[in-house]
């Protein structure tokens, strides 16, 4: 069992940066795939980012390519999601997931465990 806990959320302005972390509890951590996904309101859950268990590996959504940068510290059981350049339409709660599963890691198909999410709100 692995649990999922995200922070780093609130408000900015547009254009503004924010790093959100994951921090996971459990073992074997290292060898979990971790992606973030995010949920507007009135809109379906998106894929932002994932990361290989080994770091090496990362892929983006066409909307945050070059904005946003997914990494992690398997010493420390955590991912990070650095969003710089934020816009109104990032607005968003932001989930984190963890997959022991192959898979299209850009869907939430195989993820395992999730977190509760953290709101992301930019103003403009």
């Known amino acids: 069992q692995v649990q999922l806990v995200e922070s780093g959320g609130g408000l900015v302005q547009a254009g503004g940066s924010l790093r959100l972390s994951c921090a996971a509890s459990g073992r074997a951590f290292s060898g979990y795939t971790m992606g973030w996904f995010r949920q507007a309101p009135g809109k379906e859950r998106e894929f932002v980012a994932y990361?290989?268990?080994?770091?090496?590996?990362?892929y983006y959504a066409d909307s945050v390519k070059g904005r946003f940068t997914v990494s992690r510290d398997n010493a420390k059981n955590t991912v990070y999601l650095q969003m710089n350049g934020l816009k109104p339409e990032d607005t968003a709660v932001y989930y984190c997931a963890a997959s022991v599963k192959s898979g299209s890691y850009y869907q939430a198909d195989p993820y395992d465990y999730w977190g509760q999410g953290t709101q992301v709100t930019v103003s403009s």
């Open positions: 990361i290989f268990w080994g770091g090496g590996k990362t």
